[in-house]
T-cell receptor, first 114, second 115 residues
Framework: DADVTQTPRNRITKTGKRIMLECSQT?????MYWYRQDPGLGLQLIYY???????NKGEISDGYSVSRQAQAKFSLSLESAIPNQTALYFC?????????????FGEGSRLTVL | AQSVTQLDSQVPVFEEAPVELRCNYS??????LFWYVQYPNQGLQLLLK??????LVKGINGFEAEFNKSQTSFHLRKPSVHISDTAEYFC?????????????FGKGTHLIIQP
C-alpha cells in the first residue's frame, strides 16, 4: 500500500460544484502539503499544514480551502469549482524536525471542471 | 524566497546517448536542492538531493547532479539513457533551514528518449 494515498484519483465535475480531494498518510509525518500541477507550469503550493491546528496558505490559495482532520489526514476543498481549476493535484508529506525538506508524494488526483 | 529555472521544457535524446537537464536557482540564503522524477500517471519520486558536502551527488537509476554555487546551478546528468527514463523531471529548492514551508519547483523538463 502507498504511504501517501489520495482519493479520488480522477474526478470530472461541473462548474459551481463543491469538490473535496482527500489525502491520508501512514508515514507518521507531521507536515502535509497540497500542490497543483499544470502542464508547463510545474508544481505550485496551495496550502500546507504543520499539525492539526497549524494551517498556512501557499502561493495560490485563492478558491481553495483545507481541513486537517488528524495528523494523518489533510483534505483540499474547492467550494465552487471553475474550469481553470482543472489540474493534477498532489498531496505530499515531510517529517517535522527533519532538516532536509524532502517531500513524499501521493500519486495525484486529476480534476476536470467542465 | 527562492526560484528555480529549468532552461529546457523538452529534451529529446537517442537511447544510450548521454543527457544533461539544466537547472538554475535563485536564493539569498543557502539552499538544499532536489531532482524529482514523474513517470506517466504517477506521483513524484526523489532522484537525488544536495544538502552539503561533495558537490557531485549520485542518485537512483544512474543519475547524478553537480552543485555549482558560483553559477547557481544544479544540472542533472546521465551518461547513457534508456527508454524507461522517459519522464518529466523537476528541479526543486528550499532554504537550508529545512524548508518547512515546502519546496519551490521549476516548471519541469520532459525527457523524451528516441529509439
Amino acid at each position: 500500500d502507498a504511504d501517501v494515498t489520495q482519493t479520488p484519483r480522477n474526478r470530472i465535475t461541473k462548474t459551481g460544484k463543491r469538490i473535496m480531494l482527500e489525502c491520508s498518510q501512514t508515514k507518521g509525518h507531521d507536515r502535509m502539503y497540497w500542490y497543483r500541477q499544470d502542464p508547463g507550469l510545474g508544481l505550485q503550493l496551495i496550502y500546507y499544514s504543520f499539525d492539526v491546528k497549524d494551517i498556512n496558505k501557499g502561493e495560490i490559495s485563492d478558491g481553495y480551502s483545507v481541513s486537517r482532520q488528524a495528523q494523518a489526514k489533510f483534505s483540499l476543498s474547492l467550494e465552487s469549482a471553475i474550469p481553470n481549476q482543472t489540474a493534477l493535484y498532489f498531496c505530499a508529506t515531510s517529517e517535522a524536525g527533519a532538516t532536509t525538506g524532502e517531500l513524499f508524494f501521493g500519486e495525484g488526483s486529476r480534476l476536470t471542471v467542465l | 524566497a527562492q526560484s528555480v529555472t529549468q532552461l529546457d521544457s523538452q529534451v529529446p535524446v537517442f537511447e544510450e546517448a548521454p543527457v544533461e537537464l539544466r537547472c538554475n536557482y535563485s536564493s539569498s540564503v543557502s539552499v538544499y536542492l532536489f531532482w524529482y522524477v514523474q513517470y506517466p500517471n504517477q506521483g513524484l519520486q526523489l532522484l537525488l538531493k544536495y544538502l552539503s558536502g561533495s558537490t557531485l551527488v549520485k542518485g537512483i537509476n544512474g543519475f547524478e547532479a553537480e552543485f555549482n554555487k558560483s553559477q547557481t546551478s544544479f544540472h542533472l546528468r546521465k551518461p547513457s539513457v534508456h527508454i524507461s527514463d522517459t519522464a518529466e523531471y523537476f528541479c526543486a529548492v528550499t532554504s537550508s533551514g529545512g524548508g518547512a514551508d515546502g519546496l519551490t519547483f521549476g516548471k519541469g523538463t520532459h525527457l523524451i528518449i528516441q529509439p
